[in-house]
T-cell receptor, first 113, second 115 residues
């Protein structure tokens, strides 16, 4: 199983762009990279998923270099409401192995004025 | 609204009580999961059901007993719990199958306190 490493915490001011990098050195060929956001006392919420290069949606962008050994979640112009824990997961979802996805400790993002 | 509804939101129970947690998903998914999240710990996968069949039991003590009567409903029956079982219990669902990369959809959890 691909293990992920993320910073434990990050701080940002409102309006700034935040980039959270996740390392996954032993990512397998069929593995996808998925990011979740979790607010206190709520379940994690899917943000974005990608396999290679760049993926963008209305919430965030995901940058994946050619070697896929890391990925960066980019949150444009964060607001106070983006204060949460962000999880990076790596796993092969195509073959129904969701149970093999492992949540790490995540990155606690604190946004202030 | 996440499409996955968990009840109750909060539960306090004594160690000799029997209670059940309920989860219902309105997303048409075929797989459902129970996770446990203790304070300052990562989410731990407890049970997985695919098409109502249990496919994973990650060494969970027998005082936790899951039930999946259909692909939309999942229960977690609790009995003779310990104080260390106090945690946020999260239910999730997803669409599993070949060629799909469906993300997990979580409910907002049941905050369980064992006294």
């Amino acid at each position: 199983l691909a293990k992920t490493t993320q910073p434990i915490s990050m701080d940002s001011y409102e309006g700034q762009e935040v980039n959270i990098t996740c390392s996954h050195n032993n990512i397998a060929t069929n593995d996808y990279i998925t990011w979740y956001q979790q607010f206190p006392s709520q379940g994690p919420r899917f943000i974005i998923q990608g396999y290679k290069t760049k993926v963008t949606n209305e919430v965030a962008s995901l940058f994946i270099p050619a070697d896929r050994k890391s990925s960066t979640l980019s949150l444009p112009r964060v607001s106070l409401s983006d204060t949460a824990v962000y999880y990076c997961l790596v796993g092969d979802r195509a073959t129904g192995t969701a149970s093999k996805l492992t949540f790490g400790t995540g990155t606690r993002l604190q946004v202030t004025l | 609204e996440t499409g996955v509804t968990q009840t109750p939101r909060h539960l306090v129970m004594g160690m000799t009580n029997k209670k059940s947690l309920k989860c219902e998903q309105h997303l048409g998914h075929n797989a459902m999961y129970w996770y446990k999240q203790s304070a300052k710990k990562p989410l731990e996968l407890m049970f997985v059901y695919n098409f109502k069949e249990q496919t994973e039991n990650n060494s969970v003590p027998s005082r936790f007993s899951p039930e999946c009567p259909n692909s939309s409903h999942l229960f977690l029956h609790l009995h003779t719990l310990q104080p260390e079982d106090s945690a946020l219990y999260l239910c999730a669902s997803s669409q599993e199958g070949s060629g799909l990369n469906s993300p997990l959809h979580f409910g907002n959890g049941t905050r369980l306190t064992v006294t």
